[in-house]
């Protein structure tokens, strides 16, 4: 197999693939596949109400909130989001980091007025300083006093690799509307506060499991604020009443994420997850802070995690850079198509020796170009 460093759909334990194609056509000996059963029959039910128990377990989800799975992915939330948690509300506060909170606070429109409260836009006066996590101090006297249904923001921006470092969650109980983030990216990397968070979502396609399923961690007392032409099948209430099967589920998305959980479990949950983070993203920044061919866009004290740009002294060299890369066996290391360059995304399935193998080659290229 191949290093994947696919920002999404990502790379996944290879003990949990290995597992599943074990069971794949006979799950523990009832003759079929999780694929083929009923979301209702007790064999389905316990791989979901264990998957579920495995998650809460993994993120400290404390009783005052839900943990939903549904559909629609991380932007299919834009929308539900607001249908859940606008009525009686005209407007929502967002942050805006870059492009997944951009496009968030754009859907937000045909719902509302989208105020941005904070932003790093201004693109021209900061080259400079690269992209970056803006100043987050005043940002309560922003929101607070203006009867807003919420503040959102991305947690970690994927396609601009800027990460928030608990800045916004540390300010929440000084807010005096609720906090919802998008935690698509780094979901499961970093311990978090539940408690602080009105509502917490992501798509699953990158810490999570297979693309399909997106988890919602709701607290209880917003299930009251949908607005009423919400569809019922989006209704975080709804959904909840009917433990996430009021309509079928993406039964095998969930499974897998089921088998991630066990997984992460097993190697120390989300503390093991946040140092490995740490560990493997310090590699790659290291190297490219003490070459003068490799350069990281995004500022120091504010670089992702999870997703590692960077781009190369002399552009020309991006295509030859890429074809021997996947020569040895490293893909997906094409940059998003709006920002050019390449990303290496290092979400918590990719090991260390990946990341060290994909150094190593970053070395030998820049030797054999320079
Ligand atoms: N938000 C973030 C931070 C993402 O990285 C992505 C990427 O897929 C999305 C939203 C979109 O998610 P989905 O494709 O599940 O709608």
């Not at 005052?64 to 005209?90: C, D, K, R, T």
């Not at 949950?269 to 061919?293: M, P, R």
């Not at 995304?345 to 290229?365: C, H, K």
Request: charged residues 20%; aromatic residues 10%.
């Amino acid at each position: 197999r191949v290093w994947n460093f696919s920002a999404g759909p990502a790379a996944l334990p290879e003990s949990v693939l290995q597992r599943a194609a074990a069971e794949m056509l006979d799950w523990q000996g009832k003759g079929l596949s999780v694929m083929e059963m009923s979301h209702r029959s007790p064999e389905y039910m316990g791989i979901f109400e264990k998957t579920r128990a495995d998650f809460r377990a993994l993120l400290n989800v404390p009783d005052s909130h839900e943990v939903l799975f549904m559909q629609g992915g991380a932007v299919g939330m834009n929308a539900i989001i607001p249908l859940n948690l606008l009525q009686g509300f005209e407007q929502a506060a967002f942050v805006n980091t870059g492009a997944w909170s951009k496009k968030t606070s754009k859907e937000f429109s045909k719902y509302g007025t989208a105020r941005v409260v904070l932003d790093n836009g201004n693109a021209a006066a900061d080259a400079a300083a690269g992209a970056y996590v803006p100043d987050c101090a005043h940002l309560a006297d922003r929101v607070n006093g203006q009867s807003m249904a919420y503040l959102h923001f991305c947690d970690n921006e994927t396609i601009g690799g800027v990460e928030f470092n608990g800045q916004i969650e540390n300010l929440a109980n000084a807010l005096d509307c609720p906090l919802v983030a998008d935690v698509s990216s780094n979901i499961l990397s970093r311990q978090l506060d539940v408690s602080r968070y009105g509502v917490l979502y992501g798509g699953a396609q990158k810490n999570v499991g297979p693309a399909g399923v997106t988890i919602v961690v709701v607290r209880k007392d917003l299930l009251e604020r949908a607005q009423p032409i919400c569809p019922s099948a989006f209704e975080f209430k709804t959904v909840a009443d009917n433990g996430s099967m009021y309509n079928t589920p993406p039964t095998y998305s969930i499974y897998i994420a089921g088998l991630v959980f066990e997984w992460l479990l097993a190697q120390g949950g989300v503390a093991w997850a946040e140092q490995q983070s740490q560990l493997k993203a310090d590699v790659l920044y290291n190297l490219i802070d003490h070459s003068s061919f490799y350069h990281c866009p995004v500022r120091k004290a504010d670089r992702s995690r999870m997703n590692v740009p960077f781009t190369l002294a002399d552009e020309s060299l991006n295509a030859m850079f890429l074809s021997k890369a996947a020569e040895r066996g490293l893909v997906q290391l094409k940059g998003h198509k709006s920002v050019g360059g390449m990303r290496a995304s290092i979400y918590n399935a990719m090991p260390l020796e990946g990341v060290q193998a994909l150094a190593a080659f970053m070395r030998e290229f820049e030797q054999e170009v320079a």
